[in-house]
């Protein structure tokens, strides 16, 4: 299978990569699993969470840059790639900007001037409620 | 390409088929946009469950975290790593459309499948953990750690109907490989098949480390 | 351009319509033409069965207290009525009908990029059709279109049914916007650049791209409250640890912009309309093209205005106010544009047009109110009262589904190849208007005052201005079905040919004959110009 080894070839249809390519792909993606499980076995905290989705962020890109093509496609195909997770991003964050932000009807005050005061209290009071999202 | 020498014509099985609207190229790509469309639909449907998983973390850290450590993460790993090659053979069988070896893409497909039959396995045999530990849908348990645990049945879950529409679509791409149907004038369904089902490994991508390793 | 032209005046006898035959013919055609009209009457039949409920919504509201039913079966009624029009009808709407019909003629190509795909998503949407048929059937559902937490979890009604048909309505919805978004970007014809597509099209493309990347998340969150009512799951359900209001997020997530899907081939329809009769080029083409585009865009940034009094958090409630005024700036763009493209133009009030400026006219006073309601103040107060009813309504029906009626009457001559009786469908059109402001300019009185919506019952001081409102939409469900017999009449019966470009337009599907060959064109045709250069010497090519 040596004969495309090397070479780059675009045709007239999609994209000829060498199989060298996919294997050290492949090599890569299943050495960024250990990685991944490796570290979740200590505890890092929030830290864990956020190697956990870098890790599987550039395992994501991975696949879709050479499994699926998409560094030889062209921008309107890399927009259609993007825009769902630019979506995603904003429903989470649209979520995000209201549930942690509510505060509960039974810790409101009625005094504009308390404001300030009846805010930290509410967020101390969900702190009891949820436990600790600040692990 | 090197190897389009072979004198092809027209009426040659091994083209693509003739459609009176577009010329074959056209057709090509606009088959593999409109899978990218598709995809991005996908991306968004599984998006509603990682949302939801997201606020309901933040909201119930600890009994996300519990429930976690419930899950088999050898399991996960294992399924993972067949996923990874699942996906690698798709990739593959479509470098050998690309040139023409239809036993070949018939061969990566199966392979792939093969790895689609062992990954709903080894998922079998969890979800066949948990219901003897009444974690299941329906069990006295299944509400134990809040959300987390009907979420994770509702995205493995919904996963695994995408691994086994994935299949019924592969296994069609084999039997038009079997048919020595592809030349590298002419691959769109394998192209477009190994698409969607490199979808279904990026979404165990991000599904395996949320819900067995972090949680 | 000189090949179809002669094409045209060939007007060979075979057409879409006469070249095959039998309803087999119909049922496995992959011909977008075809397929549009197989829309076209389904979707009628729908907004029959939604204007019924309509009525009967009308007729229970007339007096105060109960007329004609319960107050149960009036929740089921206008359940229905909500879940048909927008599911069923206006959602598809004009895209599946008009986008359809008139994608692939007005880019110069043989058909969409995927013409069996294109058949599925019909056949989809008939599964979808029959699946809310069901739940209407067997027990119909009683908690709104909106499908709002707990109670769609607690309720004895079919919501499954309901949610799964409208899952598939969804998908069918996708596959159609993808095959469009494919088609726009690959079959253009030989010249048809970007900024000589038509605003339809454009139109067609921002509503297609919403369409894809919209419906998926509503089609997962009735998924999970499927899930929820059949499994117990618990996202949605508060006695779970679940939470309701996310079930709003998700919701509205594509529900807002689903709105857009409405209205937006609305607005390219106006955008064709106005031109042509104005005889002047479209002002501000590139405005009009990129508000659009920016109308898609920020549509998706301003869900959470429709619950602002669902406990959402302060800051959030906020953040959706103001980012919902950006609304106004796209949507002003477009009505600005359309009144410059008939400043001084050399008018005719030809039916389509009076649609048009009705149209034009409607949806200011739909905008407008818009304003109020995304005030986060003064949204407290008029939330969920007849003021909203009032707004959705002259947005919807003044917007989207007068700009079906009017694409309809302007291209009804190109589908059937036929002219209707001109004076009936302007007398259609009055009673139309008419009878829809009369419905609905109460209704914001109404709400002003007080009225909640969806109320079986209400007060004495509201009865004069219910009973308008009744009268007002039996007035102007006799003008729709005045308007749409006339059609009727004139595509079943009428002998009165039509040529093959009545208006002297130039768009490109008026340079095949009425109706179009299967192929739409016997050579794939060539553009050098805009659709719009009216008023100019090449207009008279």
Known sequence: MGHSSGSDIHGELGHVLPLKTYKTVLGALLILTIITVAVSRVDFGTMNLVVAMVVASIKAVLVALFFMHLKYESPITWLYAGIPVFLLGLLIGGVFIDDPLRVDPKNATVSVAEVGTSKASARDHAGDHHGANHH | ?215 | MSASSTTAIAGSETNYLNCERGIWSWLTTVDHKRIALMYLYTLTLFFFVGGIAALAVRTELAFPGGQIMSADTYNRWFTAHGVIMIFLFIVPGIPAVMGNFLLPLMIGAYDVAFPKLNLLSLYVYWLGAAMALVSLGIHPVDTGWTFYGPYSIKTGSAVVWMTGAAFVLGFSSILTGLNFIVTIHKLRCPGMTWWRLPVFVWALYATSAIQVLATPVVGMTLMLLIFERAFGVGVFNPALGGDPVLFEHFFWFYSHPVVYIMVLPAFGVIGEIIPVFSRKPLFGYRAVVVSSMGIALVGFVVWAHHMLVSGISDFSAQFFSIVTFLVAIPTAVKVFNWVSTMYKGSITFSTPMLYAMAFVFLFMIAGTTGIYLATLAVDVFYHDTYFVVAHFHYTIQGGAVIGLIAALHYWFPKMFGKMYNDLIARAAWFLIILGFNLTFLPQFVLGMQGMPRRYYDYLPQFADLHLASTIGAYINAFGYSLALLNLFWAMAVSKKKAPSNPYDALGLEWRTQSPPIKDNFETIPTVDDTPYAYGTPVASH
């Open chain 2, 1 to 215: 390409m090197s190897h389009g020498e072979h004198a092809h014509t027209l009426d040659d099985p091994q083209g693509p088929p003739h459609i009176h609207h577009m010329d074959p190229p056209t057709a090509y790509h606009a088959a593999k946009f409109g899978m990218w469309l598709f995809l991005a639909t996908e991306l968004l449907l599984f998006g509603v469950m990682f949302a939801a998983f997201a606020v309901f973390r933040w909201k119930y850290f600890h009994e996300f975290h519990e429930a976690s450590s419930h899950l088999n993460w050898k399991l996960g790993a294992l399924n993972t790593a067949v996923l990874l090659i699942s996906s690698y053979y798709a990739a593959i069988a479509v470098d050998h459309a690309q040139h023409g070896r239809n036993k070949q893409v018939l061969k990566s497909l199966l392979i792939t499948i093969g790895c689609a039959v062992g990954f709903l396995i080894i998922k079998t045999i969890e979800y066949s953990e948990k219901y003897h530990h009444g974690y299941f849908i329906g069990g006295e348990n299944f509400h134990e750690f809040k959300t987390f645990l009907p979420l994770y049945f509702c995205m493995t879950g919904i996963h695994a109907l995408h691994v086994i529409i994935g299949m019924g679509l592969l296994g069609w791409v084999a039997t038009l490989a079997a048919k020595n149907r592809f030349s590298s004038r002419y691959y769109t369904p394998v192209e477009v098949g190994a698409l969607y089902w490199h979808l279904v490994d990026l979404i165990w991508i991000y599904l395996f480390p949320l819900l067995y390793l972090v949680g």
